[in-house]
């Protein structure tokens, strides 16, 4: 009989403690806990009542009223017996509860490991690996966008993704071991098959198998958007000198929010600040001008630049367009000439100084940027803002993805299963197309069906479950 467990958990910040207490002492727990505890017990239902075994001293932290749920095997969180207490005021008097409730004499009842609740959720099929791991999602997510896709995630879309996969896979992993058991002719004694019977299958395998593996690769595909909803978008804006970038800055983060570390002068210095644009986390990067880039004192402010934007998504290059390009502008152009145009924007800024620049002279130099016109004082920088915003709108190209309907991958773990499973499907895909034999091309078919099981968390080991609910806290 596994251990009753009893843990507090915190749902979240503002949101009352519980109790939690699961396994088949539960119920045995809660009529020795509440006085006057009635002889039928409802699950589901709600219970005030005195504590009897705690807080019997006036004094006490768990004196006076709590509540009881308890909730019957398996419509429970963790598929178990189930008992919840939660108790106004506190969380001194839910320890204190909780002490309780391991002094009762109880058999197998014991403080919970961190995540046991979850885990045994899991064990106990309530939920799948996936789900799991967007349980610490939800906690962790520092963005609104990684919180709605763990959300999603727990709802089970992209368990529910995979299954379908994984049972279109098991169809055709089905096909394949018909035709490794009955090739041709022996299917059916006596029964004359058309020529191409064995050729035609073949090749309808094939195609069942690249949909499966485009599925695949479109799920990988969705690692990017994992990665940006958690880390940001990384926009880093270079230029010259006196250019205009921390005016930028300031213009993208909307007035107000300039961090007062910066300042005109501020040479050397990267600054760092999050935003969000339509929802997506924008990492903006105001960097240091490139002028004397033989100037030892200037070196480590241009070492930053240069690590910067290597790291970049998005580079957005200002040019002051009243001055004449000049040495310094050339240095950063030359940066730029190696990137990839289709995440360069070109800011030719100080439009109301006069124009000695022209969005040709640019485009000539960084063919594929997006290049606008503009000035950043006064009203002219919101708008700025506003045409830069949708630029990178459209560079990202999310706005047609519903985060809530999609499944996006967050986790590595996952995203090497998948790329496992990518990998074993192509392998089956040539084999087959190179005429080999249908047993070794259905061996990687089944290590791909494998690998999508182990997304789910199905035939993982203990090493894998550790790290999963290693991260969990207590209570959950
Ligand atoms: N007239 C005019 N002045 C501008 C415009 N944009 C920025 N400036 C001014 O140009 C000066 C430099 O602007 P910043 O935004 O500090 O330029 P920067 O590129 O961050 O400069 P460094 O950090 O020194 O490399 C400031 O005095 C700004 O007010 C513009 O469109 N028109
Ligand atoms: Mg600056």
Redesign the pocket.
Same mark, same amino acid.
């Given at each position: 009989m596994p251990e009753t467990i009893a843990a507090i958990f915190t749902p979240g910040e503002g949101i009352a403690a519980i109790l939690r207490i699961s396994g088949d002492a539960s119920l045995e727990i809660m009529r020795k806990l509440m006085s006057g505890c009635p002889e039928e017990i409802e699950p589901g239902r709600v219970y005030d009542g005195k504590l009897s075994a705690a807080g019997q001293d006036p004094a006490s932290e768990a004196a006076g009223e709590a509540v009881f749920l308890y909730l019957k095997a398996p419509a429970s969180y963790t598929g178990e017996d189930m008992l919840e207490i939660q108790k106004q005021g506190s969380n001194d008097a839910l320890e204190e509860i909780l002490r309780a409730v391991l002094g009762l004499g109880i058999e197998g009842v014991r403080e919970a490991e961190p995540g046991e609740f979850t885990k045994r959720a899991f064990l106990n099929g309530k939920i799948d690996l996936t789900q799991a791991e967007a349980v610490t999602d939800i906690r962790e997510a520092g963005t609104e966008m990684s919180l709605a896709i763990a959300e999603s995630q727990i709802e089970g879309h992209l368990g529910d993704t995979i299954r379908e996969i994984r049972s279109t896979l098991l169809d055709i992993l089905a096909e394949m071991a018909v035709d490794i058991d009955y090739p041709e002719s022996e299917i059916y004694e006596g029964y004359e098959y058309p020529e191409s019977f064995n050729e035609d299958s073949v090749s309808d395998i094939v195609n069942r198998l690249r949909w499966v593996h485009s599925d695949v690769a479109d799920l990988i595909d969705t690692a990017r958007i994992g990665r940006i909803a958690r880390d940001g978008v990384r926009a880093v804006i270079a230029?010259?000198?006196?250019?205009?970038?921390?005016?930028?800055m300031?213009a993208l983060l909307g007035e107000g929010q300039v961090p007062v570390t910066d300042s005109? @002068?501020?040479?050397g210095d990267t600054v760092e600040e999050t935003t969000s644009m339509g929802g997506v986390p924008i990492v903006l990067v @105001?960097t240091?001008?490139l002028r004397n880039i033989d100037d030892e004192t200037e070196k480590p402010g241009i070492e930053r630049t240069i690590l910067a934007l290597a790291r970049a998504d998005i580079v957005i290059l200002?040019i002051d367009g009243s001055v004449k390009l000049d040495e310094e502008d050339r240095k950063i152009l030359r940066f730029m000439e190696n990137m990839n145009s289709d995440h360069l924007i070109a800011v030719i800024?100080?439009? @109301? *100084?006069g124009r000695t620049i022209t969005e040709d002279d640019v485009r000539s130099i960084l063919p594929g940027a997006t290049v606008i016109n503009?000035? *950043?004082?006064g009203s002219?920088a919101e708008d700025a803002a506003r045409r830069i915003s949708e630029i990178i709108g459209g560079i990202l190209d999310l706005g047609s993805i519903d985060i809530k309907e999609t499944s996006i991958i967050t986790n590595e773990r996952q995203l090497k299963m998948l790329r496992n499973a990518d990998m074993n499907l192509d392998e089956a895909i040539s084999m087959l197309q190179n005429g080999e034999p249908m047993e070794a091309a259905e061996l990687s078919a089944h290590y791909a069906y494998n690998a999508l099981g182990t997304i789910l968390g199905e035939e993982v080991g203990d090493e894998v479950l550790e790290r999963v609910f290693g991260k969990f806290s207590l209570g959950m």
């Open positions: 230029g010259k000198s006196n250019s205009g970038k921390s005016s930028l300031k005109a @002068d501020s040479a @105001d240091a001008g200002v800024n100080k439009e @109301d *100084l503009t000035s *950043l004082v002219a």
